[in-house]
């Protein structure tokens, strides 16, 4: 009995989603393609009494690898404005990442920058790639968003701000160029 409630529940919000969905696509039609270039910082941290990443995850041969072949972490890591963690908070980075090189550090990423502040509030950006850790600079591919950046495509670069491996605390800086409408 309980079932049809929660069932015609889950109906009407599809069918809202829909609604918003359809009348944004008819609207779009008239729309330009914008670029949009953001600046943030990612922080990371693996250790400690709040940990933002950790580990759900590994090879029985992770251990005996030097990459960490085999690794998987979750992150829910704040993005600030500045490099400092004190530095006004822009969002969220949440996701996963996997040790995925044999033969060097690179990362499977699979992450979503949500922002929880100032014009972009709500919406979020899709990034999909490899990391290459010990590169200076790293490429990955912005394959979709949200909200103001619904259908969204780009390029997103990371470079290593700081790192302290003993503390578990990594800074990146993230540049991004993002194409919606």
């Known amino acids: 009995m309980e079932k049809i409630p929660f069932f015609l529940i889950l109906v009407s919000l599809a069918m809202a989603a829909a609604n918003e969905a359809d009348e944004w696509l008819s609207n779009r039609r008239q729309a330009t393609e914008k670029t949009t270039r953001l600046h943030?910082?990612?922080?990371?941290?693996?250790?400690?009494?709040?940990?933002?990443?950790?580990q759900v995850a590994q090879a029985a041969s992770t251990n005996k690898s030097p990459t960490l072949f085999g690794l998987v972490n979750i992150m829910d890591d704040p993005l600030t404005e500045g490099p400092e963690l004190t530095s006004k908070l822009v969002g969220r980075g949440q996701g996963l990442y996997a040790s995925a090189g044999l033969d060097e550090l690179s990362l499977l990423m699979v992450w979503t920058v949500v922002f929880n502040s100032g014009g972009y509030s709500g919406s979020s950006l899709t990034i999909?790639?490899?990391?290459?850790?010990?590169?200076?600079?790293?490429?990955?591919?912005?394959?979709?968003?949200?909200?103001?950046f619904r259908l969204a495509r780009g390029v997103l670069t990371f470079r290593t701000y700081f790192f302290n491996s003993s503390a578990g605390v990594?800074?990146?800086?993230?540049?991004?160029?993002?194409?919606?409408f």
């Open 170 to 180: 990594a800074v990146l800086e993230v540049d991004a160029v993002v194409i919606h």
């Open 40 to 54: 943030f910082y990612h922080h990371e941290t693996t250790s400690g009494k709040n940990p933002t990443t950790v």
């Open 128 to 148: 999909l790639g490899r990391n290459p850790t010990s590169h200076p600079r790293r490429e990955m591919s912005i394959v979709g968003g949200t909200g103001v």
